[in-house]
């Protein structure tokens, strides 16, 4: 591999909730190759708790970029001087940065690691700002492919086929969640989740639909209905909770991320848009899921789990990365109508029923 083994590894992952439950593959595949590493991952806010009791990991470092604005220039400074002599005085000896975007880089940079990886972004200038930089090939790939291509030159050949998401809940979270699932008046064991929000409105399939499709569920299935969301979404969940026939269980901006990862492990079937949710219920055990996909992310944000289903209008050569025509891409989610959500989950349903008979 050209490097001496790694014993002190940093991995950069500073994006969105989904984007590091996209790189929980990376971080087994690392583990694996070098298994007395000390292994620190160093992530965003609530994105860096996604990575709360993984096995694999043996410190999280979550920054917090929202608050960092808020301060005034002459503490941002002494904030940032102590950050990085931490990062100096940890003596990493090797630096992935997954994301390669210009401040991680600079980061990887500054850390004073001899080795670092970041993908070939010379045209950028940060590029140069690695000593091992990756080729990569965005275009018809999904987001794990890319990622993986950037720890090749250090781990070797990965077969892809065994990089699978992974997301852990305590038995204590598990608790918890199971404590406020209670609440629920079941007459069926069977709960199903909504997840009407996203981070962007251009991924969120109308409210109206949300609620024609649970009052379906309901009556068709006799589930149990729960709403999922952040206190942005409440609104929402409030709106489509008045339009359900059966009362649901409405949990919007009621948990925190550690809680609506434990809640989520319990549901049986999650419905949402495109959102860090539905990549961590697809890395979670037991739920299955049902992404709803306009057409832009329907290769490199796909759903990454045998047991996620993607419903989308687009086509294949609408999938791309860059550009992004928000307003086709919208019209094509607006396509999907309750009945393709419908005739998915009674898939799931009969599938449910031959393996409990």
């Not at 808020?70 to 940890?90: C, E, I, M, N, T």
């Not at 850390?111 to 990886?117: H, I, T, V």
């Not at 929000?197 to 589930?223: C, D, T």
Request: charged share 25%.
């Amino acid at each position: 591999m050209g490097t001496a083994t790694p014993q002190r590894i940093l991995v950069l992952a500073i994006r969105a909730i989904g984007d590091v439950v996209l790189i929980t593959p990376i971080i087994r595949i690392l583990r694996q190759a070098f298994p007395r590493a000390l292994l620190t991952v160093l992530a965003n806010g609530a994105s860096a708790r996604v990575l709360q009791h993984n096995p694999h990991i043996d410190r999280v470092v979550e920054i917090d970029r929202e608050t960092e604005r808020q301060l005034s220039f002459p503490v941002r400074l002494g904030h940032w001087k102590r950050f990085f002599a931490q990062l100096r005085q940890d003596r990493f000896d090797t630096v992935i940065d997954l994301y390669s975007g210009p401040r991680s880089a600079l980061w990887g940079w500054l850390s004073n690691a001899r080795n670092r990886y970041g993908e070939d972004t010379r045209h950028r200038l940060r590029g140069f700002l690695y000593n091992h930089r990756v080729p990569v090939d965005r275009d018809g790939r999904h987001l794990i492919e890319q990622k993986l291509d950037v720890v090749v030159p250090l781990v070797g050949a990965i077969d892809r086929s065994l990089a699978r998401l992974e997301v852990y809940v305590s038995n204590e979270e598990v608790q918890r969640a199971r404590h406020t699932l209670s609440a629920l008046n079941r007459k069926n064991p069977r709960l199903v989740g909504l997840v009407p929000g996203a981070g962007s409105p251009w991924r969120v399939w109308p409210h109206e639909r949300y609620a024609e499709l649970g009052n379906m569920l309901v009556k068709q299935f006799g589930v149990n209905i729960v709403l999922l969301g952040g206190e942005a979404d409440r609104s929402l969940c409030e709106s489509i909770n008045m339009n359900l026939t059966e009362p649901s269980l409405d949990l919007s901006g009621q948990t925190s991320l550690r809680e609506l990862v434990a809640v989520l492990a319990e549901l049986d079937l999650v419905i949402a848009n495109v959102t860090g949710p539905m990549h961590i219920a697809s890395a979670l055990d037991k739920p299955r899921v049902i992404g709803l996909y306009g057409a832009a992310d329907t290769v490199q944000y796909a759903p990454w789990s045998p047991r996620a289903v993607m419903i989308t209008k687009g086509k294949p050569q609408e999938a791309y990365w860059q550009h992004v025509d928000y307003e086709r891409d919208y019209q094509r989610l607006l396509e999907i109508t309750v009945a393709d959500v419908s005739k998915t989950v009674s898939d799931v349903m009969k599938e449910w029923n031959s393996t409990e008979s």
